[in-house]
């Protein structure tokens, strides 16, 4: 599912953070085929990154 895929897209970047924006294009445009799209607001990606409880994903604060 989606968690697999942002889990399988942050270990290809050795955990380092990665913006929102980045894994919803990642999602939306690199697996999303015709046969299987993926079709998720940046928002809907949040919510479902903030309500998982398997994979351990976690927020961090952009740096300034």
Same mark, same amino acid.
């Given at each position: #599912?989606?968690?697999?895929?942002? $889990?399988?897209?942050? /270990?290809?970047?050795?955990?380092?953070?990665?913006? +929102?924006? !980045? +894994? &919803?294009?990642? /999602?939306?445009?690199?697996?999303?085929?015709? %046969?299987?799209? %993926?079709?998720?607001?940046?928002? #809907? +990606?949040? &919510?479902? +990154?903030?309500? !998982?409880?398997?994979? #351990? $994903?976690? #927020?961090?604060?952009?740096? !300034?």
């Amino acid at each position: #599912g989606i968690q697999e895929i942002v $889990f399988r897209t942050l /270990l290809s970047r050795r955990n380092q953070p990665t913006p +929102l924006s !980045d +894994l &919803h294009y990642e /999602l939306t445009e690199r697996w999303s085929t015709p %046969i299987r799209p %993926i079709n998720i607001t940046e928002e #809907g +990606l949040r &919510h479902v +990154l903030e309500t !998982d409880n398997y994979y #351990g $994903f976690a #927020g961090v604060k952009p740096q !300034d």
